[in-house]
């Protein structure tokens, strides 16, 4: 949080720029935000949500909100929902660390993917609209938007790979043989083909707000990983969430999904080959990569919970989570699980 003199500094840059007119307004924390901290600041007549970088010393490369505020910017006008950006400041002499401002939007964040508050019809057509909306992005062209230079071209995954493994490599807290076998298996096994679109990097149902009364998503949250990329990759980030178990983390594994309305993992992909008039391929490398992926995510977080500098309270707890899910992906590709 905030100490006085900080806020007392940004209530006086915020009513600079017109966006608060009073210096007597409220901030508070918002749930979420693993990485970079989240804020409601709100007085009688405006609400902005502010994304700060966490204090204290950082991973190279991490925390990139200068990045989460030009996606957002530029695809304000397109198909795919963003708040409104209003502005960056990367002056760290106001609140310690660069931030920006957005739109506040209301609506659900649903963060239970089994959606137990929905009926087995509505289930269905939340998947549905998920997919429609990811499938939006990567039929952007970004170019048009001015996103031409927003992430290096060609060898995607051999550049990935090697940052989180490295980034994995260097931390305090030790990484299991499941990620280290990943770490040797994944750049052997690169598909040659790649496609390139502006991927998420974390797209996930709780990064998404649904309107408050149809099962429509209004915004797309939390860019911080975005970059040009393999649109496929990106995708199947979204599918980790069959194969991991429902009591674990985030998951729906082992659940009926019949039952439930929510269609299989092969349905989910076919759904994404209609909607983008492809057809996927290799689906064992993308998903072993994408767990290898948020493996070294979560082990980050497990760092930053060690050093103390960590956004959310239940920092070491999501970091526990890094060997689990290191363990699935090498599953996945040594054929332990089945796709």
């Not at 909100?65 to 957002?72: A, G, Q, S």
């Not at 106001?94 to 964040?109: D, N, P, Q, T």
Request: charged share 20%.
């Amino acid at each position: 949080m905030l100490d006085q003199e900080q806020k007392d500094k940004l209530g006086q840059y915020l009513k600079q720029e017109g966006l608060i007119h009073s210096s007597d307004y409220e901030i508070k924390p918002l749930s979420g935000g693993q990485s970079n901290p989240t804020y409601l600041i709100q007085d009688k007549d405006a609400q902005f949500v502010m994304r700060r970088k966490p204090f204290g010393q950082l991973l190279a490369s991490a925390h990139a909100i200068d990045r989460e505020y030009r996606v957002m910017h530029a695809l304000f006008s397109s198909n795919v929902p963003v708040p409104k950006m209003y502005l960056y400041n990367k002056d760290i002499e106001i609140i310690g660390a660069e931030f920006y401002l957005m739109e506040y939007i209301s609506g659900r964040v649903l963060v239970d993917q089994t959606l137990p508050e929905s009926s087995k019809s509505e289930r269905a057509e939340i998947y549905a609209e998920m997919n429609r909306v990811i499938s939006a992005l990567h039929q952007v062209d970004f170019a048009s938007i001015g996103l031409s230079d927003y992430g290096k071209s060609g060898n995607y995954f051999s550049r990935q790979i090697n940052r989180w493994s490295k980034q994995s490599l260097e931390g305090e807290v030790q990484i299991n043989d499941a990620m280290k076998n990943l770490i040797d298996w994944l750049p052997q096994h690169i598909p040659q083909k790649e496609t390139v679109s502006i991927v998420h990097g974390d797209y996930r149902l709780d990064n998404l707000i649904f309107h408050p009364n149809k099962n429509e998503v209004v915004a797309v949250l939390d860019w911080e990983l975005s970059t040009l990329g393999d649109s496929t990759s990106d995708f199947f980030y979204n599918c980790m969430g069959w194969k991991i178990p429902y009591s674990l983390w985030r998951g729906i594994g082992g659940v009926d999904l019949n039952e439930l309305g929510i269609p299989s993992l092969n349905q989910y992909i076919e759904m994404y080959e209609r909607n983008n008039h492809c057809k996927v391929e290799n689906p064992i490398f993308y998903l072993a990569y994408n767990f290898f992926r948020i493996a070294g995510i979560l082990y980050g977080i497990a760092n930053r919970a060690k050093q103390g500098t960590a956004a959310a309270k239940d920092a070491f707890e999501t970091g526990q989570k890094a060997g689990p899910i290191a363990q699935i992906g090498w599953d996945i590709a040594t054929g332990k699980i089945q796709l």
